[in-house]
T-cell receptor
């Protein structure tokens, strides 16, 4: 069973569209995250939720909106997609204040 | 502003050789230092981690060396194998729950 699963794996869409990426974890972790990996492989945190509460909100355009319906799920909705949004988006989870993160396999978003 | 600086950007090592990747940080509030391994098309996977109360941790062929006073830590891959070819990220976490990553090192092991 996959510990952190995200869908879809690939997403190709046109500029201006709205899209969502879904993430689910079955590890029982308290905290979930969204990271963006750019073309140079740099990983940058975007958001974090702990038990459905937003605890980290980095400087991200407000076109990006995370939603956590419960502590096992964290979705990312992106409005009005731009070319610069093209990247790989990773979901991750961890125990709140200890241990490392477990990452999903990523969603490669391509905006054309 | 990158909180963890990682070097080199890439390295090539012969099979059986030693790969060494270095990281440095400034934030003394960091108290957890993991290394992640990422293969193409996959997410980063936790490889080994250390807390600042120890100076070295070894797991199999992978060793972390930690120098608290210098605010530096490094990953040593002994007896490097072609299957170790991947991108390696150092990271650091403090009490804000946020894991800050280095820029990554692409390791290529030549057979």
């Amino acid at each position: 069973d996959t510990a952190v699963s995200q869908t879809p794996k690939y997403l190709v869409t046109q500029m201006g569209n709205d899209k969502s990426i879904k993430c689910e974890q079955n590890l029982g972790h308290d905290t979930m995250y969204w990271y963006k990996q750019d073309s140079k492989k740099f990983l940058k945190i975007m958001f974090s939720y702990n038990n459905k509460e937003l605890i980290i909100n980095e400087t991200v355009p407000n076109r990006f909106s995370p939603k956590s319906p419960d502590k096992a799920h964290l979705n990312l909705h992106i409005n009005s997609l731009e070319l610069g949004d093209s990247a790989v988006y990773f979901c991750a989870s961890s125990p709140l204040d200890r241990g490392g993160y477990t990452f999903g396999s990523g969603t490669r978003l391509t905006v054309v | 502003q990158q909180q963890v600086k990682q070097s080199p950007q890439s390295l090539i090592v012969q099979k059986g050789g030693i790969s060494i990747i270095n990281c440095a940080y400034e934030n003394t509030a960091f108290d957890y230092f993991p290394w992640y391994q990422q293969f193409p098309g996959k997410g980063p996977a936790l490889l080994i981690a250390i807390r600042p109360d120890v100076s070295e941790k070894k797991e199999g062929r992978f060793t972390i060396s930690f120098n608290k006073s210098a605010k530096q830590f490094s990953l040593h891959i002994m007896d490097s194998q072609p299957g170790d070819s991947a991108t390696y990220f150092c990271a650091a976490k403090g009490n804000d729950y946020k894991l800050s990553f280095g820029a990554g090192t692409t390791v290529t092991v030549r057979a």
